[in-house]
């Protein structure tokens, strides 16, 4: 089963435009992550901000964390066509030697 | 510095059949964690590898076996394949410190 969930599950926008996308989950973390998955390849790894953060930047991203309500929320500014991708949510917890479990992700379509 | 590999690209199989799947991780790293994902969801966890054994279990059935080899080398075998075995299977590795999980390109599973 899904830890969490991705609103919207499809995102539509113009290039230049910003995009914003909203993750939940259900149980206590130590860490969240966000990935971007190209036409179902592997994912790369985009950002990981830490329960005891709030904010995290990464050039045109930003990721904001509210423990209290289980979410975050990524924000990627200026979007260009290259950002079209699928945006996951994982939280795990201390190690990389834990297990990931990932929302069921944002589909992302940046129209030039 | 390759990083994450597997092998092969894409394979089909027939229901019933076996099959295995490889994965080399990124240099420096010890742990392997297998993902199975399903068209148009997040990856799922399947179980993770260090030091040869397996730590951690999602909820798979017996059926998906693995193994780690010395040189860090991982593989996925899948007995008494379904048409539900049919997904992308993922391949992560991770740092010997940090939390971040690098993915390889996957294998695409078609069971018929």
């Known amino acids: 089963s899904q830890q969490g969930e991705e609103d919207p599950q499809a995102l539509s926008i113009q290039e230049g435009e910003n995009a914003t996308m909203n993750c939940s989950y259900k149980t206590s973390i130590n860490n969240l992550q966000w990935y971007r998955q190209n036409s179902g390849r592997g994912l790369v790894h985009l950002i990981l901000i830490r329960s005891n953060e709030r904010e995290k930047h990464s050039g045109r991203l930003r990721v904001t964390l509210d423990t209290s309500k289980k979410s975050s929320s990524l924000l990627i500014t200026a979007s260009r066509a290259a950002d079209t991708a699928s945006y996951f949510c994982?939280?795990?917890?201390?190690?990389?030697?834990?297990?990931?479990?990932f929302g069921s992700g944002t589909r992302l379509q940046v129209q030039p | 510095d390759a990083g994450v590999t597997q092998s092969p690209t894409h394979l089909i199989k027939t229901r019933g059949q076996q099959v295995t799947l490889r994965c080399s991780p990124k240099?420096?790293?010890?742990?392997v964690s297998w993902y199975q994902q399903a068209l148009g969801q997040g990856p799922q966890f399947i179980f993770q590898?260090?030091?040869?054994?397996?730590?951690q279990r999602g909820n798979f059935p017996d059926r998906f076996s693995g193994h780690q080899f010395p040189n860090y080398s991982s593989e996925l075998n899948v007995n008494a394949l379904l048409l539900g075995d049919s997904a992308l299977y993922l391949c992560a590795s991770s740092p010997l410190e940090g939390n971040e999980q690098f993915f390889g390109p996957g294998t695409r599973l078609t069971v018929l």
């Open positions: 994982a939280t795990g917890m201390d190690t990389g030697r834990r297990a990931l479990t």
């Open positions: 590898y260090y030091e040869e054994e397996e730590r």
């Open positions: 240099s420096g790293h010890d742990t």
